[in-house]
């Protein structure tokens, strides 16, 4: 069974930084893709960023580029979301996705499996 839990949201000011984490398990292949979305409330959840598992590629939203960082520990099985530089647009329910195999159309959110329960990030201005 595959489950993947979100921790790290919280308050934060204009300008803060956050560190979101995505612990998985279940997930038994190298090749699955990790995605991150968010949704703000009365809007559609949208993609902020993807990272292949099995090489080093990362893609990112425009709206996030330069400011979110993504990564991941092998070993542990983690994928975090590094979060700088926050706006008050930023506040979002944000989610943790995996696809079991390296995803094409990475901001399409019905390409993702599995996705993780939310994690609230709320930017104060």
């Known amino acids: 069974q595959v489950q993947l839990v979100e921790s790290g949201g919280g308050l934060v000011q204009t300008g803060g930084s956050l560190r979101l984490s995505c612990t998985t398990s279940g997930l038994t292949t190298s090749t699955h893709t990790m995605g991150w979305f968010r949704q703000a409330p009365g809007k559609e959840r949208e993609f902020v960023g993807c990272?292949?598992?099995?090489?080093?590629?990362?893609f990112y939203a425009d709206s996030v580029k330069g400011r979110f960082t993504m990564s991941r520990d092998n070993a542990k099985s983690i994928a975090y979301l590094q979060m700088n530089d926050l706006k008050p647009e930023d506040t979002a329910v944000y989610y943790c996705?995996?696809?079991?195999?390296?995803?094409?159309?990475?901001?399409?959110?019905?390409?993702?499996?599995?996705w993780g329960q939310g994690t609230q990030v709320t930017v104060s201005s």
């Open positions: 996705a995996a696809a079991r195999s390296m995803v094409t159309a990475i901001r399409d959110k019905e390409k993702y499996d599995y």
């Open positions: 990272i292949f598992w099995s090489d080093i590629r990362r």
